[in-house]
């Protein structure tokens, strides 16, 4: 279901984008792009109070300590109503400083609607983190088929309907308000699942202050590194809209949804596995179980992202011109920048998780708040002169340092992960994908194909079989093979069972 949600949004992202440029237009696209970096700085609150939930939710239903469990809620639905407070004040002030900032770069329009699209925006930002309990509930439950499954309802009927209301109202707020509609729907129905089938008890039996104090010090960290990252990847967007205006904002937003199309394909392995890491952690202390998982988890991941990213390499050009249309050649540039370090960083993301569960999330936040400061400076010098490519260099330069470098440095250093095999049993994976990779660019481009649909898809049906070849028989361990033949096996014997079913009817 992980991999059926990630699949779709890809697939919603590659066919929405298009249709949204063309039915609301490059400006009005380019700034709900950069209204949405605007807000983005909102969702740190959500952010914080959504990793504070799940991690001491998880810690105590590991323990079975149902006190501590309603507890955790109690005590977090306290911390809500100042949230809500503070988040309603910040929208009133960013309306206050996009007028000032951006006066002279926006018709008056467009600073009309961009002050409704953060009151609208801010409103969805509060229904979500009104859920964040519920999340917690059953992402501890384990209940990841339902979860998902409501989000991948909402990520396919969400575009539906944005796409009906803007053919009558071709407007960035009218995207807005139809994510709200549909966002509020989708989190009334996890409510009720967590209250009535799984029983979430948000009642504060007691005013816990350690608990309190813990899970304020746990958020002081996550909102350090939540800040880090909508510094890191909204400002760019926010100083080439100063610099350029919306049009270049619009180009590189074209890349960064390419980026953020890869970014589910990272998380969908990982994002299942905090329960079994706390249970690693608080239970049995086994470090070196969750070096192995660590590994393991990193290099099944790893696959998915990188038939994309190397799939991109070869045939991204030809995406972006039939798919954005003319005008848009930068974005491939941008999205390629930003894919390849950013790689690293999502293959390792059960590494977050592991810091969450052993409580070492504060060096992430301290990194990528220097990280998000290198890579503002890089940017002004960089894009003024490269414009949005500018930009991404300056991203994937931190992005390299920060996640690629330091962090895998920390990982060893402090966790005690062993990541010299890790990077060892990395590099064997990923070597025959280079070469594949290398070889595919140099005949796509050496054949010169006509920039057509069928040609493209031709050429990414022919890749994606190499490269599931290579996979099996040259990348992949006994493990995953075992993974491979298991999942074949069972495929296998579904289809079987049907077949007799379908005799017995006949």
Same mark, same amino acid.
């Given at each position: 279901?992980?991999?059926?949600?990630?699949?779709?949004?890809?697939?919603?992202?590659?066919?929405?984008?298009?249709?949204?440029?063309?039915?609301?237009?490059?400006?009005?696209?380019?700034?709900?792009?950069?209204?949405?970096?605007?807000?983005?700085?909102?969702?740190?609150?959500?952010?914080?109070?959504?990793?504070?939930?799940?991690?001491?939710?998880?810690?105590?239903?590991?323990?079975?300590?149902?006190?501590?469990?309603?507890?955790?809620?109690?005590?977090?639905?306290?911390?809500?109503?100042?949230?809500?407070?503070?988040?309603?004040?910040?929208?009133?002030?960013?309306?206050?400083?996009?007028?000032?900032?951006?006066?002279?770069?926006?018709?008056?329009?467009?600073?009309?609607?961009?002050?409704?699209?953060?009151?609208?925006?801010?409103?969805?930002?509060?229904?979500?983190?009104?859920?964040?309990?519920?999340?917690?509930?059953?992402?501890?439950?384990?209940?990841?088929?339902?979860?998902?499954?409501?989000?991948?309802?909402?990520?396919?009927?969400?575009?539906?309907?944005?796409?009906?209301?803007?053919?009558?109202?071709?407007?960035?707020?009218?995207?807005?308000?139809?994510?709200?509609?549909?966002?509020?729907?989708?989190?009334?129905?996890?409510?009720?699942?967590?209250?009535?089938?799984?029983?979430?008890?948000?009642?504060?039996?007691?005013?816990?202050?350690?608990?309190?104090?813990?899970?304020?010090?746990?958020?002081?960290?996550?909102?350090?590194?939540?800040?880090?990252?909508?510094?890191?990847?909204?400002?760019?967007?926010?100083?080439?809209?100063?610099?350029?205006?919306?049009?270049?904002?619009?180009?590189?937003?074209?890349?960064?949804?390419?980026?953020?199309?890869?970014?589910?394909?990272?998380?969908?392995?990982?994002?299942?596995?905090?329960?079994?890491?706390?249970?690693?952690?608080?239970?049995?202390?086994?470090?070196?179980?969750?070096?192995?998982?660590?590994?393991?988890?990193?290099?099944?991941?790893?696959?998915?992202?990188?038939?994309?990213?190397?799939?991109?390499?070869?045939?991204?050009?030809?995406?972006?011109?039939?798919?954005?249309?003319?005008?848009?050649?930068?974005?491939?540039?941008?999205?390629?920048?930003?894919?390849?370090?950013?790689?690293?960083?999502?293959?390792?993301?059960?590494?977050?998780?592991?810091?969450?569960?052993?409580?070492?999330?504060?060096?992430?936040?301290?990194?990528?708040? %220097? !990280? /998000?400061?290198?890579?503002?400076?890089?940017?002004?010098?960089? $894009?003024?002169?490269?414009? +949005?490519? @500018?930009? #991404? &260099?300056?991203?994937?330069?931190?992005?390299?340092?920060?996640?690629?470098?330091?962090?895998?440095?920390?990982?060893?250093?402090?966790?005690?992960?062993?990541?010299?095999?890790?990077?060892?049993?990395?590099?064997?994976?990923?070597?025959?994908?280079?070469?594949?990779?290398?070889?595919?660019?140099?005949?796509?481009?050496?054949?010169?194909?006509?920039?057509?649909?069928?040609?493209?898809?031709?050429?990414?049906?022919?890749?994606?079989?190499?490269?599931?070849?290579?996979?099996?028989? %040259? !990348? /992949?361990?006994?493990?995953?093979?075992?993974?491979?033949?298991? $999942?074949?096996?069972?495929? +296998?014997? @579904?289809? #079987? &069972?049907?077949?007799?079913?379908?005799?017995?009817?006949?």
């Amino acid at each position: 279901m992980s991999y059926a949600y990630s699949a779709a949004q890809v697939i919603v992202n590659l066919i929405y984008v298009p249709l949204l440029l063309g039915g609301i237009g490059k400006a009005e696209y380019g700034l709900f792009q950069m209204i949405g970096s605007v807000i983005a700085y909102l969702n740190v609150i959500n952010s914080t109070l959504s990793a504070g939930a799940t991690r001491y939710y998880s810690k105590y239903y590991v323990l079975g300590d149902k006190d501590g469990m309603s507890n955790t809620l109690g005590i977090l639905k306290r911390i809500y109503r100042w949230a809500n407070f503070i988040l309603s004040a910040a929208a009133v002030i960013l309306t206050v400083t996009v007028r000032l900032v951006y006066a002279k770069s926006f018709t008056p329009w467009e600073l009309t609607e961009s002050c409704l699209l953060i009151a609208v925006l801010a409103v969805n930002l509060i229904v979500t983190m009104n859920n964040t309990i519920s999340i917690a509930v059953i992402t501890s439950h384990e209940e990841f088929v339902f979860l998902r499954a409501t989000m991948l309802a909402t990520t396919v009927l969400q575009p539906l309907l944005v796409l009906v209301a803007i053919k009558f109202f071709p407007y960035a707020l009218t995207v807005s308000i139809t994510q709200l509609i549909a966002n509020t729907i989708c989190r009334t129905i996890q409510h009720v699942y967590a209250e009535r089938k799984l029983g979430m008890d948000s009642k504060l039996r007691w005013l816990d202050k350690d608990l309190e104090k813990g899970l304020l010090a746990f958020s002081g960290a996550i909102i350090l590194a939540a800040v880090a990252d909508q510094i890191f990847w909204k400002t760019d967007q926010l100083i080439l809209g100063f610099m350029y205006g919306t049009g270049v904002v619009a180009v590189y937003s074209v890349g960064s949804q390419v980026v953020n199309a890869y970014l589910p394909l990272g998380t969908a392995v990982s994002s299942v596995f905090l329960p079994k890491v706390s249970q690693l952690w608080h239970k049995d202390h086994d470090i070196h179980a969750i070096s192995e998982l660590f590994t393991r988890v990193s290099r099944v991941a790893l696959y998915p992202l990188l038939i994309v990213l190397t799939g991109f390499i070869v045939f991204g050009q030809t995406f972006i011109r039939l798919w954005a249309g003319p005008g848009y050649q930068d974005a491939y540039w941008v999205a390629v920048i930003e894919l390849v370090p950013f790689t690293i960083d999502l293959a390792q993301n059960i590494g977050l998780t592991i810091l969450q569960v052993l409580n070492k999330y504060g060096f992430r936040a301290e990194m990528y708040i %220097v !990280s /998000a400061v290198l890579n503002i400076f890089l940017t002004i010098i960089l $894009a003024a002169r490269f414009g +949005s490519v @500018g930009a #991404a &260099i300056s991203s994937g330069i931190a992005m390299f340092i920060s996640s690629g470098l330091i962090l895998n440095w920390y990982y060893a250093a402090r966790i005690r992960l062993d990541m010299k095999a890790y990077w060892a049993s990395i590099a064997r994976q990923t070597f025959p994908f280079i070469i594949l990779c290398a070889a595919a660019t140099w005949g796509w481009n050496a054949l010169s194909f006509p920039a057509r649909w069928g040609t493209l898809l031709l050429g990414i049906i022919l890749y994606t079989l190499a490269f599931l070849i290579v996979a099996y028989l %040259v !990348s /992949a361990n006994s493990y995953e093979r075992g993974l491979v033949r298991r $999942a074949v096996g069972r495929l +296998s014997r @579904g289809k #079987a &069972i049907s077949r007799k079913q379908h005799g017995k009817h006949a």
